[in-house]
């Protein structure tokens, strides 16, 4: 692959695993996962997500409780495609897809 770079990061064992094994139930890797971090942060141009100075984050809105339902069928939806495996190479062919569909 041209253009890439491999990074090492330190992180506890533990939370490796759990987060081998969340993202394992998503379609991808560790490694697809924190490449999908980065991506979004990029284009947002700030952490995708709220991060809480305090343990426990406040209460969830209507709006978070919207965003986070969102989130849920999107991982469902993307469970039912081919098996439950995804990766960002199949989402953008088939967005691909569907542009050239689209603009004939």
């Not at 379609?27 to 490449?35: F, H, Q, W």
């Not at 947002?44 to 991060?51: G, L, M, V």
């Not at 069928?73 to 088939?94: W, Y």
Request: hydrophobic share 45%; proline share 3%.
């Amino acid at each position: 692959m041209a253009g890439v770079t491999n990074l090492n990061i330190k992180i506890d064992r533990d939370l490796k695993a759990q987060a081998d094994r969340l993202f394992g139930n998503m379609g991808m890797n560790l490694t697809t996962a924190v490449n999908v971090f980065v991506r979004q942060a990029v284009l947002e141009k700030a952490i995708p997500f709220r991060i809480y100075r305090d343990a426990d984050p406040p209460a969830i809105t209507a709006d978070s409780a919207q965003r986070q339902a969102a989130m849920q069928e999107i991982r469902d939806l993307l469970a039912d495609v081919d098996g439950g495996s995804i990766n960002l190479d199949s989402m953008r062919a088939e967005r691909r897809t569907a542009r050239f569909e689209r603009d004939g």
